[in-house]
C-alpha cells in the first residue's frame, strides 16, 4: 500500500517495484542496498517517470520534511530510479533545511531517471541547502546523480543569521579531502537561490559543489537564478555552476550552461564560478552562452592555482 512498507519488507539485493499512483510519502531507505524503482526500470517508458509521484508536501514531521532520506550510510547499491519527486521541504539539520527532495547524509547513492521538481528549502536560521537534491558529508562513497530532470526547486533565505542559500538544484558539501562525486547527462533548470536578507549571498543556483572532486559531465544547465541584495566584501556567485572549493582532478566538461543569471547588486560568474581549487581542475567542451553577471558573465575564477 505504500513504498516504505515496500522498503520496510525488502533485503539487500531486492527490487522494490512501484506502480503508477501519487504516493503522498516520505521515505527512508534505512541502509539497505535496494533499488527502488518505477516501472521505467522494467520498460524503458518514461511516462512511467511522469505517473508514479512521491509527494512529500504532507509530511506528519515538518523537521523531516524531505521526500527520499539516505542516512545510514547507504552507497550506489541503493538506488532510486524513475520517480516525480515533489513537495519537498528539506530536513532540518545544523539549524538549516537541507535536502528539499532528497537528502544524503553519510551517504552517496545512486540517483537516475527522476524528475526532481518544485521543492524547496526555506532556512531555519542558518542556511537552505540543496533545494531539489543535497548530499552532506558523503562518507567514503561516490554518490551518482545521472539523467535526471532536477528543476524549479528553491533555496530561500528569510531568516538573519549565519549561512547563506547554496544549490538551488544541487548541493554537494564535504567537510574532508578525498571526496567525489558524479553529476553526468541531467538536466538542471529554473532553479533558484534567493536572499530577501540584505548583505547574505547565494551561491551556485544549478549547482553547488564544496570540498569534492567534482565530475559535472554532459549536463544542459539552463536558466538558474541567483536573487540577493549583497554589497559588503564577499559577492554571491555560480548561477550555473558554483564552487567554494574544487579539488585536484574536477572535471566540468560537455555542458550546454546558457541563460543563467543574477540579480544580485555584486554577482560574479553567470556560468561557472569557482573561488578555490587546490590543483588542476578542468573545464573542456562546454558550451557557455547568454549568461549574465556583474563579472565572468560566463566564467568566474578566484585563488586558483592552478
Not at 84 to 108: D, L, P, V
Not at 157 to 185: D, Q, R, S
Not at 230 to 252: D, Q, V
Not at 256 to 282: D, H, K, P, Q
Request: aromatic share 8%; proline share 2%; charged share 15%.
Amino acid at each position: 500500500p505504500t513504498i516504505q512498507a515496500g522498503i520496510d519488507a525488502a533485503s539487500d539485493g531486492d527490487i522494490v517495484l512501484v506502480d503508477e499512483d501519487i504516493y503522498y510519502e516520505n521515505i527512508y531507505f534505512k541502509g539497505k542496498a535496494i533499488t527502488v524503482a518505477s516501472l521505467h526500470w522494467q520498460d524503458g517508458d518514461t511516462s512511467h517517470i511522469d505517473n508514479t509521484i512521491i509527494d512529500g508536501s504532507q509530511a506528519s514531521n515538518s523537521d523531516s520534511a524531505s521526500v527520499v532520506s539516505f542516512l545510514n550510510m547507504e552507497d550506489t547499491l541503493s538506488v532510486l530510479h524513475g520517480f516525480t519527486i515533489q513537495g519537498g521541504k528539506g530536513t532540518k539539520e545544523f539549524n538549516a533545511r537541507i535536502g528539499g527532495g532528497i537528502m544524503c547524509y553519510y551517504s552517496g547513492p545512486k540517483i537516475v531517471h527522476n524528475r526532481i521538481i518544485n521543492n524547496e528549502c526555506t532556512d531555519d536560521g542558518s542556511g537552505a541547502w540543496g533545494g531539489g537534491i543535497n548530499i552532506l558529508n558523503g562518507f567514503a562513497t561516490i554518490p551518482v546523480i545521472r539523467n535526471n530532470e532536477i528543476s524549479n526547486n528553491t533555496c530561500y533565505k528569510v531568516n538573519p543569521g549565519i549561512g547563506e542559500p547554496i544549490g538551488g538544484g544541487i548541493a554537494i558539501i564535504h567537510f574532508n579531502n578525498g571526496y567525489e562525486c558524479l553529476i553526468e547527462g541531467n538536466i538542471i533548470a529554473n532553479n533558484l537561490c534567493v536572499s530577501e536578507i540584505v548583505d547574505e549571498y547565494c551561491i551556485g543556483a544549478g549547482i553547488y559543489v564544496d570540498v569534492v572532486k567534482a565530475r559535472i559531465i554532459n549536463n544542459q544547465i539552463i536558466g538558474n537564478a541567483i536573487s540577493s541584495d549583497y554589497n559588503s566584501g564577499w559577492a554571491s556567485w555560480g548561477a550555473g555552476i558554483g564552487g567554494w572549493k574544487l579539488l585536484e582532478g574536477s572535471t566540468i566538461s560537455g555542458n550546454m550552461m546558457a541563460e543563467n543569471t543574477g540579480s544580485a547588486s555584486t554577482f560574479f560568474a553567470g556560468g561557472i564560478g569557482i573561488l578555490e581549487n587546490t590543483g588542476s581542475v578542468y573545464i573542456d567542451g562546454n558550451i557557455i552562452k547568454e549568461n549574465e553577471a556583474s563579472w565572468g558573465g560566463g566564467i568566474w575564477i578566484n585563488r586558483s592555482s592552478e
